[in-house]
C-alpha cells in the first residue's frame, strides 16, 4: 500500500506563508511527479503546482510568483511554500503523487487526506 500524509494547513493573515509538506510511504520504487491540488468550498479541485522526478515545475496562473513546489526525493516528500497569501487561496489541498509501487507494472496516481489552508482578511 502507498500513503500520502499532508501537514503544515493552518489559519494565517492574509500576506502571511505557509508550508505544506506530504509524505509518501509503502512499496515505492519510483515518484515520477508529484502535486497540489486545492478544493474550495462550492468549486470544484483545481491544480496549484506540480513537479516532476526531472525538476520540470507547472503552477497555476493565480498562484505563478507566490507559490513554490519543491521535492526532497531521498524522503519522497514533496512540499509548497505559499508566500503571500490571499483570501482566496482559502481551500482545502491536496497532495497528489504518481507512483511506481513494487509488484505494480503501471503508474498509479494517489491521493492524501487533505489539509485545510485558511487565508483571513
Known amino acids: 500500500q502507498v500513503q500520502l500524509v499532508e501537514s503544515g494547513g493552518g489559519l494565517v493573515q492574509a500576506g502571511g506563508s505557509l508550508r505544506l509538506s506530504c509524505a509518501a510511504s509503502?512499496?515505492?520504487?519510483?515518484?515520477?511527479?508529484m502535486g497540489w491540488y486545492r478544493q474550495a468550498p462550492g468549486k470544484q479541485r483545481e491544480l496549484v503546482a506540480t513537479g516532476t522526478s526531472h525538476g520540470i515545475t507547472n503552477y497555476a496562473d493565480s498562484v505563478r510568483g507566490r507559490f513554490t513546489i519543491s521535492r526532497d526525493h531521498t524522503k519522497n516528500t514533496v512540499y509548497l511554500q505559499m508566500n503571500n497569501l490571499k483570501p482566496e487561496d482559502t481551500a482545502v489541498y491536496y497532495c497528489t503523487a504518481e507512483i511506481l509501487r513494487e509488484g505494480i507494472i503501471s503508474v498509479n496516481t494517489y491521493w492524501g487526506q487533505g489539509t485545510q489552508v485558511t487565508v483571513s482578511s
Open positions: 509503502g512499496t515505492i520504487i519510483s515518484i515520477p511527479a
